[in-house]
């Protein structure tokens, strides 16, 4: 075996770590000639042997990985749903980590990319076999049928294909193996006969929680390759009759996911996927929708409530009750490169807090604002947009050039030293995030309210010596890191108390991993997210609400809500939108129609940005368009700044109020 460390490098010059150290064994996400598996290998020479099988065209696992890094340089940008690593890292760089493809397709979709949880991927369609396949270690991986990159390797999709040769000992070639071939076909009439024994099967118990049309993501507790069933119910029984781990291992069932539907599943049908998921009611499914064959359902403690329930309760639980708890909006915001992003976020701000105290009056939530600037001199908006300027982390502490996002927790630091607001509670934002609807205080009690990101696993084994560096002692068991929430330090609701005690150690965390080799390159661009819930753990914030429909991410989220109950209220714009003139989604690839913010990095958009295609079904998409052309048409003198880059230090251009009395207050004084 040859020793070293082999890299490949995306276009965005992200490391991907195909594989490291000598002798250690490595999870890999192998996809060649239709063959997916997670699997473990302890050399190269055994990866070689796992793609020759798969792949008798391919001389060896750098040639394959070459093949599919070739194919990912070809496209324009890389995507994920929920900022997928770099997102929330910094406005310069976001988008620069992209989505797990979902397990229906060998590329990457718009549901499967949008919702996934986990970074193993495939179809029971297969991979495609001319870009090869993906190697993978716990630091990074590049999709080559999606030609998109997520930060690390966790749960599984139940759509992998396993062939004899790389399967666990407990899966064996059953299935859809040999090389990743569809299983023979049926008998015919066998489809219709088992959709008709299906269907007079009785339906699974009220407790199995099923979810048709879906499929969940998890840390495999039973392979179903291995293990075929007739029902959701059998398939729901087994998951609840293993809910207590075996001996040996740290978790029993609590998601089971079963494919009944023969057309959608081919050679995974019946197959029933027992898997255990670290806050599954705070995770988005891998992929749903009619073209999806999975059942799927969560049972035991983390089951959710009853579906009569949820719509009522999604309603109940966002309402305000008791006396109002208003929050303070405080945006940091570097710059130049989100001087418009920061008018249009201002705009929406004030927009939803007028039409949230026309209906709600007192019970409103929705306090002050500031806009955090921690470039450290005063700029144009100051006038226009309340303002703390914050001094950029100096260099005598360390040198950061390559990552201002560093000045971040700093400024924070600084700003809740000298703030003075009548709010108890602080909502941390971005000026790439919309508001959709006036927002409430999502906090209930003293526990924090926050967006997860499925990419913050502080509890996985990849992560944990890491984590372990920053924690008091070094030690840090599975279970406490559990404890510690998928969350950055934003859309993140706290009160001004806890804001007290987190943000310095925010600061000295986020130096820390900084200055840590191993670390800073293993985290990149999400480290002080890492620094940042690390840190509220260690101020002994264990129990953080986390809440899926606070932010919708589009091109990944097409839909203005949730699930019935449960609409979103920021809409958060850190992804390429490509789409073709028939409205038909192109991930991977310039669209013939297309919005991406990175496009006026340097000058403001025009007013009337183009309208999506009519085709075109992402009703998220669309609201982020109508929304930026709402603001920059009722912003005076957008023009002049759109065509200057600057904005104007005075305006002749008088707008009429809207029809709800609301007018943005751009040339004179701001409101507080």
């Not at 993978?136 to 749960?155: K, Y």
């Not at 398939?235 to 978790?251: S, V």
């Not at 052309?629 to 957008?638: F, G, H, L, R, V």
Request: with cysteine; aromatic share 8%; proline share 8%.
């Amino acid at each position: 075996m040859q020793k070293g460390r082999y890299r490949l490098h995306d276009p965005q010059s992200r490391v991907v770590d195909a594989l490291s150290r000598p002798q250690t064994a490595f999870r890999v996400l192998l996809i060649a000639a239709g063959l997916t598996a997670v699997v473990t290998v302890a050399s190269l020479s055994e990866l070689s042997g796992l793609i020759a099988q798969a792949n008798p065209d391919a001389l060896d696992w750098r040639q394959v990985a070459g093949r599919a890094v070739k194919h990912a340089e070809s496209l324009p940008h890389l995507h994920h749903q929920q900022r997928a690593g770099s997102a929330s890292g910094a406005d310069g760089a976001a988008g620069n980590v992209g989505a797990t493809a979902s397990s229906g397709s060998s590329s990457s979709t718009g549901s499967g990319a949008s919702t996934s949880t986990g970074s193993s991927t495939t179809s029971s369609g297969g991979a495609d076999a001319g870009t090869g396949a993906t190697v993978v270690s716990g630091g990074g991986a590049t999709s080559a049928g999606g030609g998109v990159a997520a930060p690390q390797l966790a749960q599984t999709t139940t759509s992998a294909v396993f062939s004899a040769a790389s399967a666990p000992a407990d899966v064996g070639g059953g299935g859809a193996a040999g090389g990743g071939a569809a299983a023979a076909a049926a008998p015919a009439g066998a489809a219709e006969e088992e959709e008709a024994a299906a269907a007079a099967a009785p339906a699974a118990p009220e407790e199995c929680h099923v979810q048709e049309n879906t499929e969940l993501w998890g840390d495999v507790v039973k392979w179903g390759a291995s293990f075929k069933v007739d029902t959701a119910g059998e398939c729901c029984d087994a998951c609840l009759q293993a809910l207590q781990p075996e001996a040996g291992k740290e978790h029993g069932c609590n998601v089971w996911v079963w494919c009944g539907d023969s057309e959608l599943c081919k050679g995974q049908h019946r197959e029933c996927w027992l898997k255990y998921l670290l806050r599954p009611a705070a995770t988005k499914p891998a992929r749903e929708g009619p073209d999806v064959g999975w059942t799927s359902g969560i049972v035991g403690p983390d089951a959710p409530a009853p579906t009569s329930d949820a719509a009522a309760a999604s309603e109940a639980a966002d309402a305000p009750s008791g006396p109002a708890r208003k929050f303070h909006v405080v945006t940091s915001a570097q710059g130049s490169a989100v001087h418009w992003q920061v008018r249009v976020h201002y705009y929406w701000y004030l927009k939803q807090k007028h039409r949230c105290e026309t209906e709600l009056a007192e019970r409103c939530e929705m306090g002050g604002f500031t806009r955090l600037l921690h470039s450290g001199s005063p700029d144009d908006l100051m006038d226009e947009v309340p303002t703390f300027v914050a001094s950029p982390l100096p260099d005598s502490v360390v040198k950061h050039d390559w990552y201002p996002v560093l000045n971040r927790p700093w400024a924070f630091a600084q700003w809740v030293k000298q703030a003075n607001i009548s709010e108890d509670y602080v909502l941390m934002s971005e000026p790439d995030h919309i508001f959709l609807r006036p927002l409430p205080n999502f906090m209930r009690g003293d526990a924090p309210a926050a967006f997860p990101f499925f990419y913050i696993e502080p509890h996985k084994e990849e992560n944990l010596p890491e984590v372990r560096k920053f924690v008091p002692g070094g030690s840090l068991t599975r279970q406490q890191a559990e404890e510690i929430a998928p969350i950055g330090n934003s859309p993140t609701f706290l009160s001004l108390k806890q804001m007290k005690e987190v943000m310095p150690l925010w600061t000295n965390v986020s130096i820390a991993i900084f200055k840590d080799p191993s670390a800073s390159e293993k985290w990149g661009w999400v480290q002080e997210m890492y620094a940042f819930t690390i840190s509220l753990w260690r101020v002994g914030v264990k129990k953080v609400d986390l809440v899926l429909h606070f932010m919708a991410q589009p091109p990944w989220d097409s839909k203005m809500q949730l699930s019935p109950g449960k609409p979103y209220y920021i809409c958060h714009y850190t992804y390429g939108n490509d789409f073709d003139l028939a409205g038909t989604f192109t991930p991977g690839k310039y669209g013939r129609w297309r919005f991406d913010k990175r496009t006026y990095a340097t000058r403001p958009p025009p007013r009337h940005l183009g309208d999506p295609p009519k085709g075109m079904k992402n009703d998220m998409v669309r609201t982020l368009v109508n929304s930026i052309n709402e603001a920059t048409a009722n912003i005076p003198c957008w023009d002049e700044y759109a065509r200057t880059g600057k904005r104007p230090a005075t305006c002749g251009e008088k707008l009429p109020p809207q029809a709800d009395g609301f007018s943005y207050p751009a040339y004179r004084d701001a409101a507080a």
